[in-house]
């Protein structure tokens, strides 16, 4: 069964940190761009960061620039998102999945979300 699997929400405090993790199977991760978004309560979905298939580069929504970590394990075939200094906008429901390419908006999979609430 192809599909993609989130883990490692939770509740944090503000300045908190959490590590997410996207876990592939019925097929290599390495094989697809991936891309974590994230969903608040009454807000559009937005693109958090990427990495790229082709060479491993990286993409950081301003937002989450200098806080937020992606990276790859391809032994686990999963993808990770490291969030450090979270703030309480941060909270949302975060999503994994495979774009066509960063920024694309045709994807191949994606996973159920995990959700992230950062509260004193």
């Known amino acids: 069964q192809v599909q993609l699997v989130e883990s490692g929400g939770g509740l944090v405090q503000p300045g908190g940190s959490l590590r997410l993790s996207c876990a592939a199977s019925?097929?290599?991760?390495?094989?697809?761009?991936i891309g974590w978004f994230r969903q608040a309560p009454g807000k559009e979905r937005e693109g958090v960061s990427c990495i790229r298939s082709s060479d491993g580069s990286t993409y950081y929504a301003d937002s989450v620039k200098g806080r937020f970590t992606i990276s790859r394990d391809n032994a686990k075939n999963t993808v990770y998102l490291q969030m450090n200094s979270l703030k309480p906008e941060d909270t949302a429901v975060y999503y994994c999945?495979?774009?066509?390419?960063?920024?694309?908006?045709?994807?191949?999979?994606w996973g159920q979300g995990t959700r992230v609430t950062v509260s004193s």
């Open positions: 019925g097929f290599t991760l390495d094989d697809y761009t």
């Open positions: 999945a495979a774009p066509a390419s960063c920024g694309s908006t045709y994807y191949h999979y």
